[in-house]
């Protein structure tokens, strides 16, 4: 699957983003996704998760600095999964990207770091001015 990040971009401390990660080549239902950032200087850094348990049953999980700013979901009829980011601090700036895993059992023990993903995007800078 190749996986195609966007909607970065530069925006004032408070102000609100959308990322969108289109996934080609597979369904992104197929996989268990994920968003990650760097900062310039850092390492990079598990931002939100999405698990799917079959049907339409799917988990969520967040960095607990950003629990209640950020939101992951999926839209599988537009094989997209989103990031809706608000609130939006300094720190935040990043370059973000998505990422997805197969289903092979890695991904519900390891899922804030970079090893149970097999597929990634190229990244899209969010800039957050103060």
């Known amino acids: 699957v190749q996986l195609q990040a966007s909607g970065g971009g530069l925006v004032q401390a408070g102000g609100s983003l959308r990322l969108s990660c289109v996934a080609s080549?597979?369904?992104?239902?197929?996989?268990?996704m994920g968003w990650f950032r760097q900062a310039p200087g850092k390492e990079r850094e598990f931002v939100a998760g999405?698990?799917?348990?079959?049907?339409?049953?799917?988990?969520?999980y967040y960095a607990d600095s950003l629990q209640g700013r950020f939101i992951i979901s999926r839209d599988n009829t537009k094989n997209t999964m989103y990031l809706q980011m608000i609130s939006l601090k300094p720190e935040d700036t990043a370059v973000y990207y998505c990422?997805?895993?197969?289903?092979?059992?890695?991904?519900?023990?390891?899922?804030?770091?970079?090893?149970?993903?097999?597929?990634w995007g190229q990244g899209t800078q969010v800039t957050v001015s103060s």
């Open positions: 080549g597979r369904t992104v239902a197929d996989y268990h």
């Open positions: 999405l698990r799917w348990s079959g049907g339409s049953t799917s988990y969520t």
């Open positions: 990422a997805a895993a197969k289903d092979d059992g890695r991904y519900v023990n390891d899922y804030k770091t970079s090893r149970p993903y097999d597929y």
